[in-house]
Structures are given as C-alpha cells and as structure tokens.
C-alpha cells in the first residue's frame, strides 16, 4: 500500500480514505524487473478511490464505498492492446521500425509508429524510404553511438533515446530537472469557485463523473487512457485531432472507445475549438510542454477564456528542463 499512499498524497488525497481500498495480490500479474504491478496497482486504486468519493458525494451516500483493486484486472487494463480484437485480428501496435536497437556502445529506443517520425528517422540515418528494412536500420544503428543517434534523430524532428544506466540519468540535465520536481503537481489557475456538478440521480449506479464535459487534446497512449478512463467513469470526451495528424487506427480502437471523435484544424476552425471550450470541464492535454501555447492552448490562456477550467497535462519527461 506504500505506492498506493504516496500516489494518493500526491493528489491531495485524504488519507483517512486509504483503509477503503483493498487489494487482491496476484504475483505473476505485469511481471517485469521494475515495481510495475506496484504502481499499476497504485495508479488504479487512486483514480478509484478518488472516483468513489466523487460518487459519495454526488450521490449525498453517508460514507465513502469500498474500491477493491484486483491486480488481474490491473494487468489486463494495463496491457489492453494485447487483448483487443480488431475484425478478429490482433491489432498493429508497432511499427517495425519502433523498438529498442542495439548500437555501437549500447541501445537506442525509436517511435517510428506515425508517417512523420518515420521519415525523419531514416532521413537523419541516411537510410531511403524504398529500402527501409528492420535489418538494414539495424546495421546503420551498429555502426554509430546511442548518444550520436539521439542527438541526430532528434535534430531531424524525430523521436530516437539512448537507453541510459540510472547514473547516467541522473546525472543528465533533464534528469536532474526531473529529479527535483515532483511527480505530480497542482496549482490554482484562478480564484473561480470548483463548479458544483448535480447530484446523481441513481444511487445505485455510481458513475461519478456524469455530466462532466472533457476535450481531450492528447496522442499515444498515456494521454487517450487517461481520457478514456474518465469515459469509463461516465465523463463526456471528446478526443480532439489535427487532420494532418490523424491517430493510428488501431491504436484509437484501443484508447478511443467510450469518447466521441472529431478533427479540428485550429489554423481555421479557432470558432469551433472556442465553442467547444466554453462548454467544458477539463481540457487533458498530453503534447509536448510549450508546443499548444502558440495556439493560445496554456493553461494560464484557457482558464483566462474559460475561468473555473480544470487542466491536465501529462509530459513523459517533466514540464521543466532541456
């Protein structure tokens, strides 16, 4: 329950609310040489805990009802894609040209799943589109140095990191800058009282988020699951994209269901988007930090257009640092 408490904290969280989560153990559950079953667990019991509160109090209950975590159902959540049937076929979740690769002096690890990264990373290795092959990266890759390859890929516009030993993170720059800030972290946009969502009208069927008015301006996957879970939890999204950017089909299968969908280009359709706005929630945002604020998209910016907002972001590497 350590992992569970400190996620909890983060939060906000009371933690008189701890003693109403119970866990079922399962050992072989995401089996990995990292705690990943622990934070899983952690995750999940704190987005259920705190949905459970929410739910009380919509639904004016006397007390806060008991979340039970079971790590089966954690493990299944967390590895969805493995699970999905697409027409009776299993999903394409990787491009072949994303993966860990080994290089001269250790490993790199590329994201070639969109057309866009796919070709930077074979322009910046030198490799033309027409004979791109697994095996004839592989052997550019084990020709040059991990470090070289990031700083090469990366220049190009592309997605490329060296696999790096815990000191040698934590003696990076953006690894300190990670290091000093926590990992989650909450402020006050505004002084605009917390909107007061109705009560809930069925007791019985607590789905704490109803009524709640989410734009989700993410991509991947940590972002779309985030929004999703809110759809799970009765939440009104809508998952929002570029259309010279669409999300992989298959991937959007996994992440997208429970949300509506749309396209949005805010170049020309900044009435659309303002609309929209006024009538939210929460916005979640899981770009890169900095690259929606020359859309008028910060938080300060959408809080200023839409006071009383609730604005999530989520950034693999931190908001702050090189």
């Known amino acids: 329950m350590t992992h569970l408490a400190s996620a909890w904290s983060a939060l906000g969280g009371d933690p008189a609310l701890l003693p ?4 079922v153990e399962r050992e072989g559950a995401l089996r990995a040489r990292l705690p990943v079953r622990q934070l899983a667990r952690a995750c999940v019991g704190a987005c259920a805990l705190a949905a459970a509160e929410l739910g009380a109090r919509r639904a004016g209950l006397g007390a806060v009802p008991a ?6 159902a954690v493990a299944t959540a967390f590895a969805s894609e493995r699970h999905l049937l697409i027409d009776g076929r299993a999903p394409v979740s990787f491009a072949p040209l994303s993966r860990v690769w080994p290089t001269a002096d250790g490993w790199v690890r590329t994201h070639a799943n969109y ?3 796919r070709e930077r990373l074979l322009r910046a290795l030198g490799v033309p589109a027409d004979g791109a092959s697994a095996d004839r990266v592989a052997s550019v890759l084990a020709e040059r140095s991990a470090h070289e390859v ?4 990366c220049a190009a ?4 990191v060296a696999l790096r030993t ?5 003696a990076h720059p953006q690894g300190a800058a990670a290091a000093a800030g926590a ?3 909450r402020e006050r946009l505004d002084e605009t009282p917390a909107r007061v969502l109705p009560p809930l009208t069925d007791p019985a069927v607590l789905r704490p988020a109803a009524g709640l008015r989410v734009l989700d301006l993410t991509r991947v996957l940590a972002g779309p699951v985030a929004t999703r879970t809110l759809a799970l939890l009765g939440a009104d999204v809508l998952r929002l994209d570029a259309p010279h950017l669409p999300e992989l089909a298959d991937q959007h299968a996994d992440t997208g269901f429970g949300k509506r969908s749309a396209v949005l280009d805010l170049a020309i359709g900044r009435a659309g988007f303002e609309e929209l706005l006024a009538g939210a929630d929460v916005v979640v945002t899981a770009y890169r930090p900095g690259a929606l604020d020359r859309y008028g998209l910060s938080p300060e910016a959408l809080a200023e257009r839409r006071p009383g907002l609730v604005v999530a972001q989520l950034s693999a590497w ?5």
Request: glycine residues 18%; proline residues 9%.
């Open 20 to 23: 109403h989560v119970t866990v």
């Open 67 to 72: 979340v039970r975590v079971d790590d089966g």
């Open 115 to 117: 057309p866009h990264h």
């Open 150 to 153: 990031e700083e090469t890929v």
């Open 157 to 160: 516009g592309g997605l490329a």
């Open 166 to 170: 815990p000191g040698q993170w934590a």
């Open 183 to 185: 990992m989650v972290e």
């Open 318 to 322: 931190g908001r702050r640092g090189p």
